[in-house]
């Protein structure tokens, strides 16, 4: 460790981020990394991307280990946080970023296009946060931060299980911060509006930024912004239970 490193926030601390290999969850992994983090990322399918992003968090002189879990899969989430409480003891930062879309308006939607939806975007943040919830405890410390969305708050034509999902992890977010806080463990939700990922490359741009009061569609790095804040400032630790709105303004109520 550099002597300039032990001023850093997560100097000896952990992060798992799930869905780590792209978009927001790759932005989220490098910010935590240069806040000194070791980091988890999490992936179910590209391992080509998520050794990319464990590629360049070792090139900052940080350590990363890229691991496979489905995570609204049960069995998948226990394997990924027992391994990660035998290789480093502990976890301090838990970023619930994984997420699928399969829109399409209501009378049209298929069961199982709503379940797939549901069991990843919301169970999977379940399955997780119960995963950290006794080493989180024990260590009478921890961050947990879920990705929400904007559609959770004011809903989306044709994302009928998209805005269930993230509405959900809402009112989680809330009880979970109740149970958690007595332990000095901080839960948060955030809540993006369109940020320019390879999920929203296909919509209508033009249409949407007439909506966002700042004129554009956010970024990345604007998003692991605010997660990095709740993670790792220590201006964070006396927030707990909410959800910030990362969206241009989209949503003010």
């Known amino acids: 460790m550099a002597v300039s490193d032990i001023s850093l ?7 798992v981020v799930t869905g780590a290999s792209r ?4 932005a989220t992994a490098l910010t935590l990394a240069e806040q000194g983090a070791t980091v988890v990322v999490n992936y179910a399918r590209s391992s080509q991307a998520a050794d990319e992003v464990v590629a360049k968090v070792e090139a900052m002189g940080r350590s990363a280990i890229a691991l496979q879990a489905d995570v609204s899969q049960e069995d998948q989430v226990d394997t990924l946080f ?3 409480i035998e290789k480093y003891g502990r976890v301090d930062v838990l ?3 994984a997420g699928i879309t399969r829109d399409t308006l209501l009378m049209r939607m ?8 549901i069991s990843l975007n919301l169970t999977g943040v379940f399955l997780c946060i119960k995963a950290v919830t006794k080493p989180m405890l024990k260590q009478r410390s921890g961050r947990i931060i879920n990705v929400a969305s904007v559609v959770g708050l004011m809903g989306n034509p044709g994302q009928a299980n998209y805005s269930a999902a993230k509405a959900g992890i809402l009112g989680l977010t809330k009880t979970v911060a109740k149970e958690l806080s007595s332990r000095g463990v901080t839960v948060n939700a955030i ?3 369109f940020i320019a990922t390879d999920m929203t490359e296909d919509v209508a741009t033009d249409e949407i930024i007439k909506h966002i009061p700042l004129g554009r569609l956010g970024t990345v790095d604007e998003v692991a912004g605010l997660i990095r804040f709740l993670a790792a400032d220590p201006a964070a630790a006396y927030i707990t239970g909410q959800t910030i709105n990362v969206d241009g ?3 003010m109520a």
Request: net charge neutral; aromatic share 4%.
């Open 82 to 84: 027992k391994t990660v």
């Open 191 to 193: 809540a993006p509006g």
């Open 95 to 97: 970023v619930n970023n």
């Open 249 to 251: 303004g989209m949503v």
């Open 110 to 117: 298929k069961p199982e296009d709503w379940n797939a939806v």
């Open 9 to 15: 926030p997560l100097v000896d601390q952990v992060a």
């Open 23 to 26: 978009g927001i969850g790759r």
